[in-house]
């Protein structure tokens, strides 16, 4: 029930496409969900966040869509560029359990230019 | 921009030795955490802690390991004897109290590889 579900694996998308990455949770005591962005040897970065009570939110070109009834989550890309290639890792928090990161698999994402 | 540091950033041991990897988290920030990331897999969580001491530890967070605050700034993870498994990438995490203080942020890594 701690798990949350990410697809795809991998993804390439030529420059100026959308890139379009899943999530999937279980637990609906989730209160927080985050995307961080990757890059080879370096530490998780925070890229965007959303908490259950909003449909959208839009950072830029970074748009997280959550639906709640069906306990899924989605980031776009939009305008996907070669510096966006990285790994994207959803995850997910509770309140009440001092908000560790339950992570995703992580989706590795090349844009070709 | 403040941000969390951790050293070593790359460690070698021998299988059965102890090991210390070091954080120094984001100054106002009062919840610290160590996850690890084994190479090419997802990260996972190890341990939180807060006011001096652990308030959530997953399975993998097993009697080998163990964290401390010694001062005011690092924070610790001891690993008492390691095992070839233990190799990956630890990273510490830090976040502020409150309610905007979800955001939990990482440190760059520390490697660690077991022969």
Redesign the interface.
Known sequence: QQQVKQSPQSLIVQKGGISIINCAYENTAFDYFPWYQQFPGKGPALLIAIRPDVSEKKEGRFTISFNKSAKQFSLHIMDSQPGDSATYFCAASMSEKGNMLTFGGGTRLMVKP | EPE?TQTPSHQVTQMGQEVILRCVPISNHL?F?W?RQILG?????LV?F?NNEI??KSEIFDDQFSVERPDGSNFTLKIRSTKLEDSAMY?C?S?RQGQEG????????SWLTVV
């Open positions: 969390v919840y955490y996850y897999q997802k990260v996972e969580f939180s807060y308030s959530e990273f995490a976040r979800n955001t939990i942020y990482f440190g760059e890594g």
